[in-house]
């Protein structure tokens, strides 16, 4: 990879996370954290503002934005192969905003690219099992709860029949047994529950701040799952 690639493709993880630290660039592109100082050296030097918070790592100043002038075709058959893996990886709400994520991606492609992908995208069908549907509309909610870290309030139906209303401090969500679970505290049970998604009838993010403060991470929840697949 050349010096210009490189430039380019650590502005552009910067841009997809807060914080980056120094290692973690070195390691992505194989090259010294002397060498990553220089880089990042560079970018400010043509006008790209990156900081640096101790603790933290790299960032670009917020407000700045580069507008990406393309994107290879063999990026966006990838991306188009995943538009339709999502139907049965995700809600009607995931699927509405990767779809119009990638028509923000379709928007800076070169029209000889766009007509290879439409070709694309007629050239490939997916048989997907009914029970892999994910025939509701509340991930993109739980990932906006998971993420800003507030109450959720939900009606839940269990799997005889009876309903109950929760509020839930959403840790995580994970995906097993061919269904989307989101693992969180319940203030009626007093303990964690684990919430098979497509049971929640109503969803409403309350807005308020989780209670507790010392979720455990997802990965130790990750360990006492019923089944391995």
């Known amino acids: 990879m050349n010096r210009i690639d490189r430039l380019f493709g650590i502005l552009t993880i910067l841009q997809s996370r807060r914080y980056v630290m120094g290692d973690q660039i070195a390691q992505k592109f194989d090259i010294s954290i002397r060498t990553v100082y220089r880089d990042i050296k560079a970018l400010n030097e043509q006008g790209i503002p990156v900081g640096f918070e101790p603790n933290k790592g790299y960032f670009v100043v917020e407000g700045y934005f580069l507008r990406p002038v393309s994107f290879g075709l063999e990026e966006a058959n990838a ?63 739980l990932q ?69 403060k010392d979720h455990p991470p997802m990965s130790e929840f990750m360990k006492k799952l019923p089944v391995d697949y």
């Open 79 to 141: 991306l188009l192969l995943v538009e339709n893996l999502l139907i049965g990886f995700a809600d009607k709400s995931i699927q509405k905003h990767y779809s119009s994520a990638l028509s923000k991606v379709k928007a800076v492609m070169r029209t000889s690219q766009k007509e290879k992908i439409e070709q694309l995208a007629d050239s490939i069908k997916f048989q997907i099992p009914k029970r892999l549907y994910q025939d509701y509309e509340h991930l993109a909610t």
């Open 144 to 212: 906006q709860a998971v993420t800003t870290k507030t109450i959720i309030d939900i009606v839940y139906c269990k799997e005889n029949g009876e309903r109950s209303n929760r509020k839930v401090e959403p840790v995580g969500l994970v995906f097993y047994a061919f269904s989307w679970h989101v693992i969180g505290w319940c203030h009626l049970r007093q303990d964690y529950r684990d919430f098979k998604v497509s049971r929640i009838g109503n969803i409403h993010d309350t807005a308020m701040p989780f209670e507790r």
